[in-house]
C-alpha cells in the first residue's frame, strides 16, 4: 500500500512510473507447506498467487505488472544473470560442511534449520534470519540447531556451493556506497546497513541443495537451485521484461531511479546483497531510496501467518464489501514508518466512525446537500471571489502532501489531506449559509459559500486519489467533475453516503475470528523431552551461585535483551539477557537469581555477556525466576 500511493502521487504529479511487484515463489516455507499439506510445491504457489493478485487488484493496488518467479521468463532472467557473474568469476567456489538431514536424505537450506538465536537467545530462530530480533543469520551460528523437517539433529556432510564475496565488495563498494546514503535513507534503514558493515560481512552462499527453485546454470551442476534472495529481486527486472520492450531503459538508464519499498526484516536483502549484485553485474541501476517500515503488530502482538494471527486481505473484502478505502485510511494513518505500531479492531472503528464518516463524509454531504437545497445542483458563481483565501490554504495542504509524500512520510501526509476536510468543515459552520440565507442579500452570500465549498471539495477529490482512490472516483462522479475543473453554472449529481459507520457487532465478528484462527491454530503445549543422561562430573563443572541484579537496561536496537549488571559476590557481572519481552528493567533491580558464572563470554551487539541467568520456562513460553527463597548473599553456591 505505502508504494501503491507514492506511485499514484508521482503519476498525479506527471512522473513516468513503472510499479512492478509479484510473489516470490521459491521460499523454503513452500516446500514445508507443500509437504505437510501432501501437495506439490506449485500447487501451494497456484492457489495463493491467485488469492493475492485478486486481492489486491480489488484493494486498488495498481500494479503495471504483479508477476511471479516461477514463471519461464523470470528462469530465463536469472539463469542469464548468474551465468554473467559467474562468466565473470565473481562467485568463489567452496567445498562446505553444510547441515544434513539423515532421516529425510537431503541437506537443510536455511529456513529447514531452526534453533536459538544468537543474539537475543530466541528459540525458534531460522538458519537465515531470527524473526524475534530482525538479526540476518547463518545456519552455523545457530545454538542447538535441529531440523524442521524431522525434529532430528543434522549432521554436517560436504557439499560445493557458490558464494557471492561480499566481503571483498563491501570493501571494494559497499561501504562507501550505503555511507553516501546517510541523509537520503531512513535513519533504521541506514543504521541497520551499518550494523552489518561494522560487524564485516562474510561471502554467502548464492546456491543451495534442493530441488525447488531455479536450477543453477553451470555446465554438469545438477541437484542446485540459486538462494531464494539471490532469485527473488531479480523478479523486478524479470516482471519489467514481461511488459516492456524498452526494459534496458528502467533498469539501465541513469536517469531512472529505483525505489524498494518493503519492511524491515528484508532490509539486508535489497540494501546490501542486492545492491552487491547489481554491482557486481555491472549493467544495472542501484536503488535510490528504500524506505522500509517498521513492524505492524496486530492487537498487541505481532502479526504471525505461521500462527494465523492475522488479518487475510480477501477475508476483509469479503468482510467489509465497499470498505476498500477504510481499511487503506486506517493502515496509513497508523503506518510504521519509524517505529513499530498497532492495528486493533477498536481503534479501526474508531477512525472510521470519527473522522472519515464524522468528518469528511459530513463535509460532503452537507455540501452536496445544500447545493441541491438552494440551486438545484448548479454550481453557484462567485464574482467577487470571496473567501478564495480558504482555497489559498487548502492549496498550501496539497503542496505540503506533494512534499511530505516525497520523504515518505505517509503518517503526516494523510493528516495535512484530512486538514482540508476540517476546514471544510469549520468553513460551512462558521459561515453557516442554513442561516445566512435568511439575511439581505443572502442569496449571493450563500451563491459564494457554495462555490468555495464545492471548489473545496473538487481540489479534495483529487488531491485524496493518491490515499482514498474508491472515495476520490465516487467524489468526482458525485461533482461531476471534468479535466477542465468545476465550472460555475455546472450540473453536479445528488450526494450519495461515501462512509458507512462501523457497528458495535461487525468488531465484535472479527475479535472472534481472530480468537477462532488463535484457537483452530493452537497446538497443545508439549512439555520437552528430558535430555540425555550426563554424569556427575559433567554436572559438577557448572559454576551456580546466587545473584543480585543491582542495574538493568534494555539493550539499544535489541527488542528482546536486556542488560544486566549482577553482584556475584566476589564481583559484579555485565550479562545479557533475552528477557525483555517478559519483564521491566525497573522491575529488577534488587531481585536475586541462580547465575552460572563459568559460561564462556559471548559477545553481542557490541557488549560482551559473563554469564547466564538461570529461568523456568512454561508451555506457553512464559519465564520466571529460579529465585531464592528469602534472600541469601549474593556468591552463595548452588548446589
Not at 531479480?234 to 516482471?239: L, T
Not at 485510511?329 to 479492531?345: G, H
Not at 472519515?356 to 441541491?372: C, D, F, Q, S
Not at 543422561?533 to 541484579?549: A, Y
Request: hydrophobic share 40%.
Amino acid at each position: 500500500m505505502p508504494s501503491d500511493i507514492y506511485v499514484r502521487h508521482l503519476r498525479n504529479a506527471g512522473k513516468e512510473v513503472l510499479f512492478v511487484c509479484g510473489t516470490d515463489e521459491h521460499g523454503v516455507p513452500i516446500t514445508l507447506k507443500a509437504k505437510k499439506q501432501g501437495v506439490t510445491p506449485q500447487d501451494v504457489v497456484d492457489v495463493n498467487y491467485k488469492i493475492i493478485s485478486e486481492s489486491l487488484d480489488k484493494w486498488g493496488i495498481d500494479f503495471d505488472n504483479f508477476s511471479r518467479t516461477t514463471k519461464p521468463i523470470h528462469h530465463e532472467t536469472a539463469r542469464d544473470f548468474f551465468k554473467t557473474l559467474y562468466d565473470k568469476g565473481v562467485f568463489i567456489e567452496e567445498v562446505t560442511e553444510q547441515f544434513y538431514d539423515e532421516e529425510s536424505n537431503q541437506f537443510l537450506a536455511d529456513r529447514y534449520l531452526t534453533g536459538e538465536c544468537p543474539n537475543c537467545g530466541k528459540d525458534g530462530a531460522y538458519g537465515d534470519q531470527c524473526e524475534s530480533c530482525g538479526r540476518t543469520l547463518s545456519p552455523s551460528e545457530l545454538i542447538n540447531p535441529k531440523s524442521a523437517l524431522t525434529g532430528n539433529v543434522p549432521i554436517r556432510k560436504a557439499t560445493t556451493n557458490w558464494f557471492l564475496p561480499l566481503d571483498t565488495l563491501q570493501t571494494d563498494f559497499l561501504n562507501d556506497w550505503v555511507a553516501s546514503k546517510k541523509d537520503v535513507w531512513k535513519a533504521h534503514v541506514y543504521g541497520q546497513c551499518m550494523s552489518w558493515l561494522n560487524d564485516g560481512l562474510k561471502p554467502r552462499a548464492m546456491t543451495r541443495d534442493l530441488d525447488w527453485g531455479v536450477p543453477v546454470p553451470i555446465d554438469g551442476v545438477e541437484g542446485k537451485v540459486m538462494y531464494v534472495w539471490f532469485d527473488a529481486p531479480i523478479g523486478y527486472i524479470s516482471a519489467t521484461k514481461e511488459i516492456r520492450e524498452d526494459w534496458k531503459d528502467w533498469w539501465q538508464n541513469e536517469e531512472t531511479e529505483l525505489t524498494h519499498f518493503l519492511g524491515k526484516d528484508n532490509i539486508v536483502f535489497h540494501t546490501i546483497i542486492f545492491p552487491a549484485m547489481l554491482k557486481a553485474h555491472g549493467d544495472f541501476n542501484l536503488p535510490t531510496y528504500v524506505p522500509a517500515n517498521e513492524f505492524l503488530n496486530l492487537e498487541g502482538q505481532k502479526l504471525s501467518t505461521s500462527r494465523n494471527h492475522a488479518v487475510w486481505l480477501h477475508e476483509y473484502l469479503e468482510d467489509f464489501p465497499g470498505k476498500e478505502d477504510e481499511l487503506r485510511y486506517v493502515l496509513t494513518s497508523i503506518m510504521p514508518e519509524s517505529k513499530d505500531s498497532d492495528f486493533s479492531w477498536a481503534d479501526y472503528q474508531a477512525r472510521v466512525n470519527n473522522e472519515l464518516v464524522a468528518i469528511l463524509g459530513n463535509w460532503v454531504n452537507r455540501v452536496m446537500v445544500l447545493t441541491h437545497k438552494y440551486f438545484e445542483g448548479v454550481v453557484p458563481s462567485n464574482e467577487n471571489q470571496a473567501d478564495y483565501d480558504m482555497l489559498a490554504t487548502a492549496n498550501q495542504s496539497v503542496e505540503n502532501i506533494y512534499n511530505l509524500v516525497q520523504q515518505f512520510k505517509f503518517r503526516d501526509a494523510l493528516s495535512e489531506l484530512m486538514s482540508i476536510a476540517r476546514l471544510g468543515n469549520k468553513y460551512l459552520q462558521d459561515t453557516a449559509p442554513w442561516h445566512a440565507i435568511k439575511e439581505e442579500n443572502g442569496e449571493q452570500r450563500v451563491r459564494e459559500i457554495l462555490n468555495v465549498s464545492l471548489q473545496l471539495l473538487a481540489l479534495f477529490s483529487k488531491t485524496c486519489s493518491a490515499f482514498l482512490p474508491h472515495t476520490s472516483v465516487k467524489l468526482k462522479e458525485m461533482l461531476n467533475l471534468k479535466e477542465s475543473g468545476l465550472m460555475a453554472g455546472q450540473q453536479v449529481n445528488k450526494a450519495s453516503l461515501l462512509f458507512d459507520k462501523i457497528e458495535d457487532e461487525d468488531i465484535l465478528k472479527q475479535k472472534e475470528k481472530l480468537e477462532n484462527q488463535a484457537k483452530d491454530n493452537a497446538v497443545a503445549p508439549a512439555i520437552e523431552p528430558i535430555k540425555p543422561t550426563i554424569t556427575f562430573d559433567d554436572f559438577s563443572k557448572l559454576d551456580f551461585r546466587v545473584g543480585t541484579i543491582i542495574e538493568a537496561q534494555k539493550v539499544p536496537k535489541a527488542d528482546k535483551l536486556l542488560q544486566l549488571l549482577v553482584d556475584i559476590g566476589l564481583e559484579k557481572r555485565t550479562i545479557l539477557s533475552g528477557i525483555a519481552e517478559h519483564f521491566q528493567p525497573e522491575d529488577l533491580i534488587g531481585k536475586q537469581a541462580v547465575v552460572v558464572t563459568n559460561l564462556a563470554p559471548r559477545k553481542m551487539r557490541g557488549v560482551e555477556s559473563n554469564g547466564m541467568l538461570l529461568m523456568a520456562e512454561n508451555t506457553e513460553g512464559k519465564l520466571v525466576f529460579v529465585e531464592p527463597v528469602g534472600g541469601i548473599e549474593p556468591g552463595s553456591i548452588v548446589r
